[in-house]
């Protein structure tokens, strides 16, 4: 048995597909903006009382030429530094990084226990997001980045 959906059946369907797909887009670990790939970032949700974190992720450059990060600052923390965790006669630091030059065609991670971004001060994490900008020389891109309970 078939039916007939009239124009206002069809546009209501038509709304909620749209909706879904918005959602879907919205949730997604992977987000392309000006030829940059970014993936899977998160911001750790720090322990009670404390005021510092780390935000984890990836940035791949799909341009033909090399992207210059500059600094990458977050909404819920007061400062953000880019850092590397390295280790020198068995000792582990992290050491403060400047820019980072992301060639044509490559990427760079930020994980635990080499290259991420610490934030100081960290405030509003209830929200469950953080907005995070990615300063590129001249030009910026802000992503809205989850506050998960993953493990440092």
């Known amino acids: 048995m078939s039916r007939t959906i009239n124009d206002n059946e069809f546009m209501n369907h038509k709304n909620l597909v749209c909706a879904i797909f918005l959602l879907?887009?919205?949730?997604?670990?992977k987000v392309r903006q000006a030829g940059l790939i970014f993936r899977d970032w998160y911001v750790v949700k720090p322990t009670v009382g404390a005021t510092m974190t780390a935000a984890y992720g990836s940035i791949e450059n799909t341009l033909a030429t090399p992207a210059l990060l500059k600094s990458i600052t977050f909404d819920c923390a007061v400062a953000s530094e880019m850092h590397e965790t390295v280790e020198t006669q068995g000792r582990v630091s992290m050491q403060k990084l400047g820019e980072i030059a992301i060639a044509a065609g490559a990427s760079v991670k930020f994980e635990p226990g080499h290259?991420?971004?610490?934030?100081?001060?960290?405030?509003?994490?209830e929200e469950k997001q953080c907005l995070g900008h990615f300063i590129?020389?001249?030009?910026?891109?802000?992503l809205e980045i989850s506050i998960n309970e993953r493990p440092q």
């Open 24 to 29: 879907l887009i919205s949730c997604s670990p």
């Open 115 to 125: 290259k991420h971004v610490m934030l100081m001060g960290v405030r509003g994490l």
């Open 136 to 142: 590129f020389g001249a030009q910026a891109v802000a």
